[in-house]
């Protein structure tokens, strides 16, 4: 039973555009969730992340909103850069601390130049 | 700043042998937790270890199974391999504490079981 999912497997945006990435959750208990970025041969790294009192989280270029109602988590990138060419993983956690991180199977976004 | 250290990198075993895949967390961590990722998936969570014992586990069988040593490293072992065990083996360090689920994860060891 898939509970974080990702159904886009891959994106392709222009460089200089918005880049959208999506994530759907089904398990109700999940309260904290979070983005990581993968480059071949290297360990996931966090990239930013929401708690479920707020519904968006702002750094830099990157912008996570969160719908809860519809269990739904969304990443925005602006302007998207060809070094952000890599696969993203959204992942949820129950609870507020150390606990284990449920991910979903990725996104492989590719930045055209 | 050494960030999470793993190894051996590569790996390759033989179906019903053993495999023992180690970790050294971030400096000033204490809390290690173990994901398989296999191809095409998302990483999926074995269990995780603090102050020398096991605190959580995902749904892994018993031929899974860790160690965490005083000095925070850790050890995961797989016994009687079998072909589906072929994957990345990614180790993530956390410093525990309420708010804590910004891991650091190592660059993880490639098993490949023939």
């Known amino acids: 039973d898939q509970q974080v999912k990702q159904n886009s497997p891959s994106l392709s945006v222009q460089e200089g555009r918005i880049s959208i990435l999506n994530c759907d959750y089904t398990?109700?208990?999940?309260?904290?969730f979070l983005w990581y970025k993968k480059y071949p041969a290297e360990g996931p790294t966090f990239l930013i992340s929401i708690s479920s009192i707020k519904d968006k989280n702002e750094d830099g270029r990157f912008t996570v909103f969160l719908n809860k109602s519809a269990k739904h988590l969304s990443l925005h990138i602006v302007p998207s850069q060809p070094g952000d060419s890599a696969v993203y993983f959204c992942?949820?956690?129950?609870?507020?601390?150390?606990?284990?991180?449920?991910f979903g199977t990725g996104t492989r976004l590719t930045i055209i130049p | 700043d050494a960030g999470v250290t793993q190894s051996p990198t590569h790996l390759i075993k033989t179906r019903g042998q053993q495999v023992t895949l180690r970790c050294s967390p971030k400096?000033?961590?204490?809390?290690v937790s173990w994901y398989q990722q296999a191809l095409g998936q998302g990483p999926q969570f074995i269990f995780q270890y603090y102050e020398e014992e096991e605190r959580q586990r995902g749904n892994f069988p018993d031929r899974f199974s860790g160690h965490q040593f005083p000095n925070y490293s850790s050890e995961l072992n797989v016994n009687a391999l079998l072909l589906g065990d072929s994957a990345l083996y990614l180790c993530?360090?956390?410093?525990?504490?309420?708010?804590?689920?910004?891991?650091?994860f190592g660059s993880g060891t490639r098993l490949t079981v023939v």
């Open positions: 400096s000033g961590h204490d809390t």
């Open positions: 993530a360090s956390s410093l525990a504490g309420p708010g804590t689920h910004q891991y650091t």
């Open positions: 992942a949820a956690a129950a609870n507020f601390g150390n606990e284990k991180l449920t």
């Open positions: 398990n109700s208990m999940f309260d904290y």
